[in-house]
């Protein structure tokens, strides 16, 4: 039987009553349980078309009560770097990966962008954003990157798209590298990216094909870092902090499909200069970008 995590639901006012399990278990396969009109129901964490089914219940899980401040952070830093170039947030046409009900696109509205189309592969996603954030997008398009229709194809050339933010959505068996690379290649070249990732994408023992896909990235001049910051994403349910890295970055080409291949079909590293890697962090895309 769950019991309440007394240090979660401390001080915290939601529209449902949520519950824990007292025991640990891995960030993908942690769950809860809310109580709606009376009757406990429970669903995983990552269960995302199920919460998203249920108005108000991923704002209260993920924003109120895992206190993830994601949206905010990444939205401020690209605001923030941008105040170094001449494009301001309403020159942005945001291509919003892993979109869900729409609360990324939210908070680029209110920091100027007014140009979002949002992608997200559940249409779950679709219909909770029109239903709980109907202004926030010009287009949202429920589909699988990997696998588009030509109408879906068209509609996202046509939308001239010029910078590619993607939030909570990386990782954790969500996104995979090919669709991530079929989005980024929608954006044009020089665009903008601003992501949130899990710390351990930017280590060299990160073996995953997301990790080297982002390190072979920067290391090949596909992405210029502009800011790097780690911060607190959202607390566990031990309540303990979960850092991811968000990061705004240059997009300067298109990924090739070659690179998409290597890193499909190999475990190996793939660019020769993830040996230049110290400690597991990338240092040379850094100096390089700040010179
Ligand atoms: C944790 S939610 C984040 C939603 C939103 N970005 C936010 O920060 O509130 C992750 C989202 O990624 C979406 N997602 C997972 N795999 C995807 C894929 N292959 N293509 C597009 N979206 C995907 C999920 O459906 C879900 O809506």
Same mark, same amino acid.
């Given at each position: 039987m769950p019991i309440d995590n007394a240090d979660l639901a401390q001080d915290i006012e939601t529209q449902y009553p949520i519950r824990f399990p007292k025991e640990q278990f891995e960030q993908n396969e942690e769950w809860f349980e809310y109580e709606d009109a009376g009757s406990w129901k429970r669903l995983k964490i990552h269960d995302y078309a199920e919460i998203f089914k249920v108005p108000g219940l991923y704002e209260d899980l993920v924003y109120t009560t895992l206190r993830c401040t994601s949206p905010t952070r990444i939205t401020r830093m690209l605001d923030q770097v941008l105040e170094d170039w001449p494009d301001e947030p309403s020159d942005l046409r945001v291509l *919003?990966?892993?979109?869900?009900?729409g609360i990324v696109a939210e908070e680029l509205r209110n920091r100027g962008v007014e140009h979002i189309v949002g992608v997200d592969l559940l249409p779950e996603a679709a219909l909770a954003a029109e239903r709980?954030? +109907?202004?926030?997008?010009?287009q949202y398009l429920a589909t699988d990157l990997c696998n588009m229709s030509e109408s879906d194809r068209t509609r996202l050339q046509n939308a001239n798209l010029n910078c590619l933010c993607t939030v909570a959505a990386l990782g954790f068996g969500d996104i995979p590298p090919r669709a991530f690379a079929v989005a980024l290649n929608q954006i044009s070249s020089p665009g903008w990216v601003a992501m949130a990732i899990? *710390?351990?994408?930017?280590?060299?023992?990160?073996?995953?094909g997301f990790s080297r896909l982002i390190r072979a990235m920067m290391s090949d001049g596909i992405l210029e870092v502009q800011s790097q910051f780690r911060y607190c994403h959202r607390v566990s349910l031990a309540g303990e902090k979960l850092f991811y890295v968000g990061l705004i970055a240059r997009k300067l080409r298109d990924i090739p499909e070659a690179l998409l291949e290597e890193i499909e079909n &190999? &475990?190996? +590293?793939? &660019?020769?200069?993830?040996? &230049?890697?110290?400690?597991?962090?990338?240092t040379d895309t850094l100096k390089r970008s700040s010179s």
């Open positions: *919003d990966l892993g979109a869900g009900n709980d954030r +109907p202004d926030v997008y010009e899990k *710390d351990s994408f930017l280590s060299a023992d990160d073996g995953s &190999s &475990s190996q +590293p793939v &660019s020769p200069s993830d040996k &230049s890697k110290k400690n597991g962090l990338i």
